[in-house]
């Protein structure tokens, strides 16, 4: 079983549509969570840092932290085409430096 | 400011051949970090460097080795090269190691091993 289980999708919403993925794990020891936007022939970027658990809001993006349950989500809002992407979720573990375990993606798809 | 650059973008090897692949961080920045991307296997963290140390390393043979000269750019390089080891190799920059220091990454460098 991998540290970190992410649905790869495809998810397919109209344009408007609230976009919820999600990222399992099973180290309780992981303490940053992380979400990634992955364009086509492009390397990943950044989109939301959190640390434990808790909320955290960004524009349209709100990243959740659930440790008691080991689960985060990544929720959208009013998606737009352009958000058409692989969105990756990414853990650290704090004592084991900087070793990002990451999920496989999943490939979201916003269709106006 | 120019973001990280990875050269070539792709390449096309034969099992046994040997590969170097080099990267460009963010000036200023001293972290550099390697990726494996598969659909399988997702992204798997290869090794990181900073200020020329390796200062993490991934679950990966020691046929994977990496070096980071003293400009910060950074070099990887596969020997023996085998067909599983066909993937998006990426490259990713940060100011510092820190455990807030977000990470840039390139676009990657495409592998295919015939």
């Known amino acids: 079983q991998k540290e970190v289980e992410q649905d790869p999708g495809p998810l397919s919403v109209p344009e408007g549509a609230i976009v919820s993925l999600n990222c399992t794990y099973s180290?309780?020891?992981?303490?940053?969570f992380m979400w990634y936007r992955q364009y086509s022939r492009k390397g990943p970027e950044l989109l939301m840092y959190?640390?434990s658990s808790g909320n955290k809001e960004d524009g349209r993006f709100t990243a959740q932290v659930d440790k008691s349950s080991k689960y985060i989500s990544l929720f959208i809002r009013d998606s737009q085409p352009s958000d058409s992407a692989t969105y990756l979720c990414?853990?650290?573990?704090?004592?084991?430096?900087?070793?990002?375990?990451w999920g496989l993606g999943t490939s979201l798809a916003v269709n106006p | 400011k120019a973001g990280v650059t990875q050269t070539p973008r792709y390449l096309i090897k034969t099992r046994g051949q040997q590969v170097t692949l080099s990267c460009s961080p963010i000036s200023g920045h001293r972290s550099v970090s390697w990726y494996q991307q598969t659909p399988g296997q997702g992204l798997q963290f290869l090794f990181e460097y900073f200020s020329e140390t390796q200062r993490n390393k991934g679950n990966f043979p020691g046929r994977f080795s990496g070096r980071q000269f003293s400009n910060s750019r950074s070099e990887m390089n596969v020997s023996t090269l085998e067909l599983g080891d066909s993937a998006l190799y990426l490259c990713?920059?940060?100011?510092?190691?820190?455990?807030?220091?977000?990470?840039?990454f390139g676009p990657g460098t495409r592998l295919t091993v015939l």
């Open positions: 959190t640390y």
């Open positions: 990713a920059s940060s100011l510092g190691s820190g455990l807030t220091d977000t990470q840039y």
């Open positions: 180290n309780s020891a992981f303490q940053y």
């Open positions: 990414a853990m650290i573990n704090a004592g084991n430096n900087r070793k990002l375990i």
